[in-house]
């Protein structure tokens, strides 16, 4: 079984940065496929960032939501078996609670349903 700790929410103010970082434990080896999800208040859980880990110590393919293209940067750690979401230029409407999400299998990369393995989640918090 996988487990996946996520932690780095805050308060932030607007333009501001903050990292947002995810463990995995378990059998982390297998997991093909690491990404973040948000959900604000009132709204659905939508795709933030995911990347396709490759066979090497770090790094892999990166695919990002429209609304966070430029701003945000995920990147991987396949060493440590963690994954980290580098979050720039934060409005407030980046206010959500954040999940780290992982997988196996093959298919798009946004689809939530096809990720087994889900992190607690986080809050990142943006003021005016």
């Known amino acids: 079984q996988v487990q996946l700790v996520d932690s780095g929410g805050g308060l932030v103010q607007a333009g501001g940065s903050l990292r947002l970082s995810c463990a995995a434990s378990?059998?982390?080896?297998?997991?093909?496929?690491m990404g973040w999800f948000r959900q604000a208040p009132g709204k659905e859980r939508e795709f933030v960032a995911g990347i396709r880990r490759n066979g090497g110590s770090t790094g892999g393919s990166t695919f990002y939501a429209d609304s966070v293209k430029g701003r945000f940067a995920i990147s991987s750690d396949n060493a440590k078996n963690a994954v980290y979401l580098q979050m720039n230029s934060l409005t407030p409407e980046d206010t959500a609670v954040y999940y780290c999400?992982?997988?196996?299998?093959?298919?798009?990369?946004?689809?939530?349903?096809?990720?087994?393995?889900w992190g607690q989640g986080t809050q990142v918090t943006v003021s005016t």
């Open positions: 999400a992982a997988r196996n299998a093959i298919g798009p990369i946004s689809a939530a349903h096809l990720y087994p393995y």
């Open positions: 378990g059998r982390p080896g297998s997991l093909y496929i």
